[in-house]
């Protein structure tokens, strides 16, 4: 056989272990995303921090920090430092556009076959990034960071905090007790999947279980801010929500939108219908007047509702087609394929 038609047969590349989570051929095992905004002060020790605890660790890295329109000079910093330290690759935005904006960025250009996210105001612990790690290569596709002895005022951050992580357990269905704590650890191939906006880089656990993602919580440490002050206010609290309602209109009728406006649009019609009946019967067999009567014109709302209703759950039907097929998104996900070696499919030797 001539040697120049045979084929070439490629050495596997060598398997990186770290507990039980084994790293492929990405570019890099694990890609950091760290959001930042005017964090100045703090933007120094994080990145020794970073660096410290993940050179130990023996795995190849990348720390990508997100700068989302900084003015206190964090971004003539962040570019200083990233020529410097080759682990740094700093991504500047055009303008202030919100944590959730960063955050998407932030994965867009990670190469890391394992994504970890946390803060840029030095309250997230980068010690805690091993325990992740050994947290993952348990099966798990998320696992997210709990605050238990969180160092934030009691009054305007502890309670208000506590009432949305119940509140937002409830509505997803899946139960974390810290939905606002940004160290996470995810797997890469979760979250290219996941589009981002509003304020959802808090439901982004949430996101995941809508993608069949294995979902765990671990205890993680969790210190004072040192430098600046927080970038959250009360006047977020109505975007969250709207985002919450988002999230489980997406996590119940994602695929079936019709199930939820065609019912009320039955309900609603149905009950036009049947008030409609009642006003005729007494005009016609009784001889009463119903032109002046309320009833009438909630029977009229009604079945004009109703109408509405089932025509908004066609188009919404319609628009999901699209979403996916334009995309040529399944509407499912796989997590492994299990066959046998010789299921027949292999190329054998001539």
Not at 251 to 266: A, D, S, W, Y
Not at 279 to 302: K, N
Request: charged share 20%; hydrophobic share 40%.
């Amino acid at each position: 056989m001539d040697i120049s038609q045979a084929p070439i047969l490629k050495t596997p590349e060598p398997q990186k272990h770290y507990g039980n989570l084994v790293f492929g051929s990405r570019t890099f095992d694990v890609s950091i995303v760290v959001p930042i905004y005017n964090e100045v002060e703090s933007l120094p020790r994080l990145i020794d921090a970073i660096d410290s605890n993940m050179t130990v660790l023996g795995l190849s890295y990348e720390l990508v920090c997100v700068d989302d329109g900084s003015s206190d000079g964090s971004t003539e910093l962040l570019k200083e430092e990233a020529t410097k330290n080759p682990h740094l690759k700093a991504i500047i935005l055009r303008r202030n556009y919100g944590q959730t904006a960063a955050m998407a960025a932030g994965f867009k250009y990670s190469q890391g076959q394992v994504i970890i996210t946390l803060d840029g105001d030095l309250q997230n612990d980068p010690q805690d990034i091993p325990l992740l790690l050994t947290e993952l290569g348990k099966g798990y596709d998320v696992v997210s960071g709990w605050r238990k002895n969180r160092q934030d005022a009691k009054i305007t951050r502890l309670l208000p905090s506590r009432i949305a992580n119940w509140l937002i357990s409830k509505m997803t269905g899946v139960q974390l007790h810290d939905y606002g704590c940004s160290l996470k650890a995810y797997r890469a191939e979760l979250v290219a999947d996941m589009k981002l906006y509003g304020e959802l880089h808090r439901f982004l656990p949430a996101l995941a279980f809508i993608e069949g993602a294995r979902i765990t919580e671990i205890p993680v440490n969790h210190h004072a801010r040192r430098f600046g002050s927080s970038k959250y206010g009360l006047d977020r609290t109505f975007r969250v929500v709207m985002d919450l309602l988002t999230i489980s209109f997406i996590k119940k009728f994602l695929t079936r939108p019709m199930h939820v406006f065609g019912l009320l649009g039955m309900l609603s019609f149905g009950l036009g219908i049947t008030v409609g009946a009642y006003l005729s019967f007494i005009r016609l067999f009784l001889g009463e007047a119903i032109a002046d009567r309320p009833l009438l014109i909630f029977a009229v709302l009604m079945t004009l509702t109703g109408i509405q209703l089932f025509c908004f759950g066609l188009l919404a039907e319609l628009s999901m087609r699209t979403y996916h097929e334009s995309q040529d998104r399944p509407i499912y996900r796989v997590r492994e394929v299990v066959e046998s070696q010789d299921n027949g499919n292999h190329p054998t030797n001539s």
